[in-house]
């Protein structure tokens, strides 16, 4: 058993987990945010993708001890209060999702990557987009809107960082 | 913004899947929870000559260690199949023995043979790894084909020769007589690839025992809870049916894997009471791959005869269905009834003879998987169709075109009567779509490229809306496949549509408030859906064969029905109207050509507070319906697909795929397009990516995502979807269906294109870069001999 | 799957012989191998740690050399069982020929693996064996250049 502390969501938690815990089951089990969901046991599906200090990782192969004081955000953890993220509002607008169980991960991948073409002024064409979603599998949607959501919160976002400036 | 018929409403599911609060069994947490995991046999076939659980027992948090002798002797019963099939001598199948936990022999890599309850997940996996097992390895067989050879291992002592069928449909002597006069025959060995489901939430089960009130309570991954409860109750004695609450809470996904009830349920279930704990299970991805029903895997033989001007004059169709180690749930009907009755694809043809043999091996056993049967039969058809207008020297649409049915009812020799449709009228739409006009010009541009270019068709039919329960069950169905209905109107007047169908992605919540709110001229926000609940719903049979719109959607209109004949009456009571008069319209229960209304709510609270009803009126405002479908729905269209190989490398991507469905009414058009896509998707994945694999040893190969190829996000291309409507005369909306069609439809379009590229027609699923590669190399072959 | 090789060890054949049939010798330089016993003339039970892709399982087995030709050539056989992870099966024909000071060995390898060993490894087994196969010579060829007494990973 190891002490794990690390901020979640912006609040700090602290548990005593065997050191075998992955970082999924912290987030399920331990704090019970169980929208961060296991598609797989061989780190392919995305499904358990969240952020650990901004940048997208899969939960399912992350040991939660090796993140003592890491900063992490899940899927509960991207709205802000009452507002949800662009993000979260594209994938309703355009249909992106029908059984929801790949949701969290698509969306924590789709901000991240926004995210870093951003940073790194690329267009995220939607070639991009897709090569992009190389690690995240959706078995309802054939990707048509999960693509047309990612590439419309892209816009969005990308306005609300020239607003911000 | 209209919410109605037609409208494209954004889902009201949403929300809750978005922010991670969806809530699927994995993250059900309860009292008192223990967890199980199974331990399976790593043989595809063996004698179990011993099990050894002491030191498994001595573990750390370990509650029990059980085995299948403990399940049957508290009388759990062995799994069945629900449909009853049989062969052309008239003799009954021949089911084999299926225990949730094996007792004496393991039949295929992953069949359950003990399990490990403990207090954590962790535990109860050391714990199985302690379990000790004995095995007698006996001699394996995992192909249909050599299943039938003799001398082949036997695999259960019920089935000589692995036969569990052996079953016709048609007129033999009809169908050999159209091929005698033929002036062409077109003959192929066509092989539909096993494949795997796959719905990105693992299966998972929590059940929960009370021992006061003798009553279990399943949370389960289930497509149709209902008809898991009744499987439960009345097939595996788990517990009867009132002491048995099944609960199907957000499920995700199902594409049919979820439909069949399976022994880890059973198992969680007996153990919960064996050992006063709640047990959850959650299959990893491995166990899915391993344990979840696979789809498909045919080998069939086929001859159509065509006579001088493309008529076609006989069609006789050979097929060996792998059913696996044991009979799933509906896995009878789908090779037989879900397939030979569409063997007349979109054609007037008067000759047809199928033949199926049900066969046995040493394989995961296999069931519906999206389409069921009708895939099969349209990759089929529309294979032999391209095929033959390229022997002809024909335009493949042209072929088509020239058998298109073009009149309706229209009775099939294959059981079916088509009811409604507009073949012809699909293929124009789709061709326009797709510019084939443009196509020699774009083949051409792409030859500079370096690239050959292939266009494919696909005119698919299906039967859908699975029903009617009078029809299936003379056909053998153990169940009645109708669906029910109860609209609740609450005292303030919002509404509660308790279904029986169930929703794990198809967006029930918002196209059932739909027709409700349209019919009532309510907010959509107004309404609320109830499902997957067996304590809340009486009674359902599910979502599964495109049949939520057609039957489930059409139970909801008969419960309204009912509603409105009652505020009707209510209305004309307190307003002194004539009943005739009365009219709905904006949520207000208006008098034709006055200014005298009630506001809906007024009505809802006149039924309950009971005031002033007519005589002999009930008070209340809650109608029930079961809705049993005069025929079958059949969905059809022409999908278009185009392709580009890379000569070099085989490697090919779908670079332009056009689908023209005819669904009839469409309640959503957002969410109906939304469905093709991911059809789409699965079938590009079964045309060029997906295939399980077992080697000779009965070992499965492709059990992970590392070797299972899934369709991702730069495999598939967007997709151009069209609507065609023809309304269904079957049911009161005129609804076809939509949830299969591009599971269906696009296989058979992509091989199509492919070996339109290539110019050779001997192509197998899936189409991978080397299969590609090869039959191109074959075909370049005689030409540079030439 | 079936594999084949060949690999040089500097020293005399008989000193290789006594070697191969050794349980010390067979425990230090089995990739992975926690315990070896002898329990009959020709036989031996053993432990294993092994991974295979991404499955890592223990392996508790039985272990036989058969058509014993001393000093020339004999056929090794196990079977090892790894609960939840399946299991692993198979047989090598070990022969020595003298070259020189030194001797060559050659072999042939059967093996078989089932369950989530072969699901999810399956892609993996061959270079998996390759790998361990030169592990164990290379342990091998140490523990006979430093007489036996050092004990190998």
Redesign the interface.
């Known amino acids: 058993m190891t002490k794990v502390s690390m901020k979640v969501n912006g609040k700090a938690v602290s548990r005593d987990v065997p050191d075998n815990t992955l970082l999924v089951d912290f987030l399920r089990e331990q704090l019970r945010l169980t929208g961060t969901h296991v598609g797989c046991d061989t780190t392919q599906c995305g499904a358990c993708v969240v952020h650990v200090n901004g940048k997208s990782i899969k939960s399912c192969t992350q040991l939660a001890v090796s993140l003592a004081g890491a900063e992490v955000t899940t899927i509960e953890g991207i709205a802000n209060g009452a507002d949800l993220h662009p993000m979260q509002v594209a994938f309703n607008d355009h249909h992106g999702l029908q059984c929801g169980f790949c949701t969290p991960g698509m969306i924590m991948t789709g901000i991240d990557m926004v995210n870093r073409y951003q940073a790194q002024g690329r267009e995220l064409t939607e070639e991009a987009i897709r090569f992009e979603l190389e690690g995240n599998i959706c078995r309802c949607t054939g990707y048509h809107n999960i693509v047309k959501a990612i590439d419309a919160a892209a816009q969005q976002m990308s306005g609300m960082a020239k607003a911000a400036e | 913004m209209s919410t109605g018929i037609g409208a494209r409403v954004k889902r009201k599911e949403d929300k809750r899947f978005t922010t991670g609060q969806g809530r699927y069994t994995d993250d059900v947490r309860v009292d008192n929870q223990a967890y199980a995991v199974f331990v399976r046999s790593p043989h595809a076939h063996a004698k179990i000559t011993g099990i050894d659980k002491s030191e498994a027992e001595a573990m750390d948090g370990v509650i029990a260690v059980l085995d299948g002798h403990q399940l049957t002797g508290d009388g759990i019963g062995n799994l069945i199949c629900g449909w009853a099939v049989s062969s052309k001598d008239g003799s009954p199948m021949n089911m084999g023995a299926w225990s949730a936990l094996a007792t004496d022999t393991a039949r295929y890599v992953g069949d359950a043979v003990a399990v490990v309850i403990a207090d954590s997940r962790q535990e109860a996996r050391d714990a199985a790894e302690a379990v000790v097992v004995d095995y007698e390895e006996l001699p394996v067989v995992v192909t249909s084909d050599k299943a039938l050879e003799s001398g082949a291992p036997q695999i259960h002592d019920n089935a000589a020769g692995n036969l569990c069928f052996d079953w016709e449909i048609g007129d033999e002597a009809a169908a050999d007589k159209g091929l005698a006069e033929a002036a062409h025959v077109t003959q192929m060995r066509i092989v539909n690839n096993r494949l795997s489901p796959n719905p990105m939430e693992p299966r998972s089960a929590v059940a929960i025992y009370d021992s006061a009130e003798e009553h279990y309570t399943l949370y389960t991954t289930s497509q149709n809870p209902h008809v898991a409860r009744l499987v439960l109750s009345a097939f595996y004695n788990v517990a009867p049916e009132h002491k048995l609450r099944v609960i199907a809470p957000d499920v995700g996904g199902g594409f049919g894997a979820k439909i069949y009830i399976y022994p880890e349920e059973i198992t969680c279930l007996w153990a919960s009471m064996k050992t006063g704990r709640s047990v959850k299970w959650t299959a990893d991805r491995s166990e899915a791959f391993m344990t979840d029903a696979h789809g498909r895997d045919h080998i069939t033989n086929a001859r159509m005869g065509f006579d001088q001007n493309g008529k076609i004059t006989g069609f006789k169709v050979d097929t060996l269905a792998n059913l696996g180690a044991y009979m799933s749930l509906f896995s009878s009907a789908t090779p037989t009834y879900l397939y030979a009755t569409l063997l007349s694809g979109q054609y007037d043809i008067a000759n047809i003879y199928g033949n199926v043999k049900g066969v046995y091996t040493n394989t995961v056993p296999v069931d519906a998987y999206r389409g069921a049967g009708r895939p099969e039969a349209s990759f089929l058809v529309e294979r032999m169709m391209e095929t033959a207008a390229r022997e002809m020297g024909m335009d493949p649409a042209e072929l088509r075109r020239r058998n298109f049915i073009g009149s309706f009812p229209h009775q099939t020799p294959v059981i079916m009567t088509y009811d409604a449709g507009d073949f012809a009228g699909n293929l124009d739409m789709a061709q326009k779509a797709a510019d084939v006009a443009g196509f020699p010009a774009r083949r051409a541009e792409a030859a500079q490229r370096g690239k050959l270019r292939g266009l494919g068709y696909s005119c698919y039919i299906e039967a859908c809306g699975i029903a009617p329960s009078a029809a299936v069950g003379s056909l053998g169905a153990g169940v009645g496949l109708w669906e029910s209905a109860e609209v609740r109107v609450n005292p303030v007047g919002t509404i509660e549509i308790l279904t029986g169908s169930h929703s794990h992605g198809q967006g029930h919540e918002t196209t059932f408030s739909q027709i409700v709110a349209e019919r009532f001229g309510l907010p959509i926000e107004n309404v609320s859906i109830v499902h997957g609940d067996t304590d809340k719903v009486q009674f359902g049979m599910g979502t599964y064969g495109s049949r939520s719109g057609a039957v489930g959607m059409s139970a909801i209109v008969k419960a309204m029905d009912k509603v409105e004949a009652k505020v009707r009456k209510i209305a004309a009571h307190v307003l002194e109207a004539s009943e005739d008069d009365i009219v709905i319209e904006n949520g207000a229960v208006k008098v034709a050509g006055t200014d005298k209304q009630m506001l809906w709510h007024e009505v809802g609270l006149a039924a309950y507070t009971a005031h002033n009803l007519p005589a002999g009126m009930e008070p209340g405002l809650k109608e029930t319906a079961f809705y049993d479908p005069v025929n079958f729905t059949f969905p059809a269209g022409c999908y278009i697909a185009e392709v580009e190989v890379d000569p070099e490398t085989g490697v090919t991507k779908v670079v332009q795929f056009t689908a023209a469905d005819d669904f009839g009414t469409i309640i959503n058009p957002m969410i109906v397009e939304g469905q093709v896509h991911g059809g789409a998707a699965q079938g590009i994945g079964q045309a060029m990516l997906e295939g399980v694999v077992y080697d000779q040893d009965g070992q499965l190969l492709t059990g992970s995502y590392m070797d299972y190829c899934m369709p991702r996000a730069d495999d598939v291309p967007f997709y151009t979807i069209e609507h065609n409507k023809t309304v269904c005369p079957g049911n009161p909306l005129g609804i076809k269906g939509c949830g299969e069609a591009g599971a269906i439809g696009t296989p058979p379009a992509i091989i199509n294109a492919i070996t339109d590229a290539i110019g050779n027609n001997d192509l197998q699923m899936p189409a991978t870069p080397l299969k590609v590669w090869t039959a191109l190399q074959a075909a370049a072959k005689p030409m540079a001999a030439e | 799957m079936d594999m084949t090789g060949e690999f040089r060890i500097s020293a005399p054949r008989d000193v290789v012989w006594q070697a191969l049939n050794s349980p010390d010798a067979l425990r230090a330089c089995i990739p992975g191998c926690e315990a070896l016993e002898k329990t009959s003339d020709n036989g031996f039970s053993a432990t294993v740690m092994q991974k295979i892709?991404?499955v890592k399982?223990?392996f508790n087995g039985e272990v036989q050399l058969e058509n014993i030709n001393a000093p020339e050539s004999y056929t090794i056989r196990g079977e090892g069982?790894g609960?939840?992870?399946?299991?692993a099966k198979g047989g090598a024909d070990v022969r020595l020929a003298e070259d020189g000071g030194d001797t060559v060995l050659t072999y042939t390898v059967n093996a078989?693996?089932?369950?989530?060993?072969?699901?999810?490894g399956?892609?993996l087994i061959e270079s998996t064996s390759k790998k361990l196969a030169a592990k164990f010579f290379e342990n091998f060829q140490t523990y006979i250049t430093e007489g036996g007494a050092g004990r190998m990973s």
Do not use: D, M, Y
């Not at chain 3, 609960?83 to 299991?87: D, E, L, M, R, S």
């Not at chain 3, 078989?112 to 999810?120: D, E, M, N, T, V």
């Open positions: 892709g991404p399982a223990r069982k609960g939840v992870a399946g299991f078989q693996i089932g369950g989530k060993l072969a699901a999810l399956s892609r």
